[in-house]
């Protein structure tokens, strides 16, 4: 799949032929099994964020495949390697909405033999997203975490890492099926964040919260405010709502950190970090695979319009059967 120009789904993707490409210095060819649709993939294709698109534009930074070439510079002990990609189409024309794509061979990750190739397509984005969000502060051992959005795919991820930390989790959702989602993936307390008693649940189950990874900080500053302890950060990885106004004497009296992330513009370093958090989990078992809805290749626009509306589970392409 490909665009040229960014816009609504069905008028500027298209279904594309292309060579298949030759790995170069420092890159792998990467048969792909699964390509992930994540909202950014949608934003950008929209032209809702200001990225830069390639011409043409292979859409979608996360998914899952075997190597089957590799360029120079990559150890050849790489071919046959099941790997979850991370960002691939981030400054690259391959996204991992193709057949077979090269991307840097760092990006390309080596994946646990337990965890499936379907499972490997959902990690990146969500789960690295959610372990620099949770850890840049230090440690969560024995601290309160709160994850507002507990079953999105980021807050899901979050809810699964901070219990793995060492944290005591409190999450949000509005649904009945999203609070078990965020319930199953290890949350102690799961409230609706619309509910006028929701700080009142979490401050009585809790008696305060240390850390709150946010992606709705206009709608949730209130709450955030009302169950945060002094000391404590919020950190915010999304803006899709109005954007809040700031009480600052509460914040400034809370001593309260507010931060904000995106995957794109943190430091390799951070990078580095979050990946061997993640990775750790994942051989530790501890990031399950979440609910998925899987399209064909040729159904991206079905998905990208199904993202669009907020969709209960993480949605996939399937590419190639290669398990
Ligand atoms: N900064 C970054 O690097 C970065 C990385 C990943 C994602 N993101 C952004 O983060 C957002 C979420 O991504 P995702 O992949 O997790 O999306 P997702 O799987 O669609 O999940 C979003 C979740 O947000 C919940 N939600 C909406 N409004 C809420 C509110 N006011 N309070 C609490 N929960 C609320 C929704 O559940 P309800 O139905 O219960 O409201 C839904 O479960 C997107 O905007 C995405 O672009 C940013």
Redesign the pocket.
């Given at each position: 799949m490909t665009y040229s120009q960014q816009g609504p789904a069905a008028e500027v993707l298209r279904l594309t032929e292309f060579e298949l490409p030759e790995p170069g210095p420092g890159q792998v060819r990467v048969q792909i099994a699964y390509s992930a649709v994540?909202?950014?993939d949608v934003?950008t294709r929209s032209g809702m964020t200001a990225q830069v698109i390639g011409q043409p534009q292979i859409p979608h930074m996360d998914g899952s495949g075997i190597i089957d070439a590799v360029g120079e510079g990559v150890a050849a002990s790489r071919i046959g390697e099941r790997v979850w990609l991370m960002l691939v189409a981030f400054g690259s024309t391959w996204g991992t909405a193709a057949e077979a794509i090269i991307v840097d061979s760092a990006r390309a990750i080596e994946l646990p033999a337990h965890i499936t190739l379907k499972h490997a397509a959902t990690i990146a984005?969500?789960s690295?997203?959610a372990a620099?969000c949770l850890f840049q502060d230090g440690s969560l051992t024995d601290r309160n975490v709160l994850i507002?959005?507990?079953?999105?795919?980021?807050?899901?991820a979050a809810i699964q890492l901070a219990a793995l930390g060492g944290a005591r989790v409190y999450a949000?959702?509005?649904?009945p099926a999203?609070q078990e989602i965020a319930r199953t993936a290890g949350a102690h307390l799961v409230v609706?964040?619309?509910d006028p008693q929701a700080a009142e649940q979490i401050m009585v189950a809790s008696g305060g919260i240390d850390r709150i990874i946010e992606?709705?900080l206009g709608?949730?500053l209130e709450l955030d405010l009302a169950v945060i302890r002094t000391g404590s950060s919020i950190v915010t990885?999304?803006?899709?709502?109005t954007d809040p106004q700031m009480p600052v004497r509460r914040l400034m009296m809370a001593c309260v950190d507010v931060r904000?992330?995106?995957?794109?513009n943190i430091t390799p370093a951070e990078l580095a970090n979050a990946i061997e958090i993640v990775s750790s989990a994942l051989e530790r078992r501890a990031l399950t695979i979440p609910p998925t809805r899987v399209f064909a290749l040729e159904e991206c626009v079905d998905a990208h319009v199904a993202?669009e509306e907020?969709?209960?589970s993480?949605l996939l392409l399937l590419v190639n059967e290669l398990e």
């Open positions: 994540n909202p950014t934003k984005v969500p690295l997203t620099y507002q959005g507990g079953a999105g795919g980021v807050g899901r949000t959702a509005s649904t999203k609706d964040y619309r992606l709705n709608v949730n990885y999304a803006a899709d709502a904000f992330m995106i995957l794109y993202q907020g969709p209960d993480r």
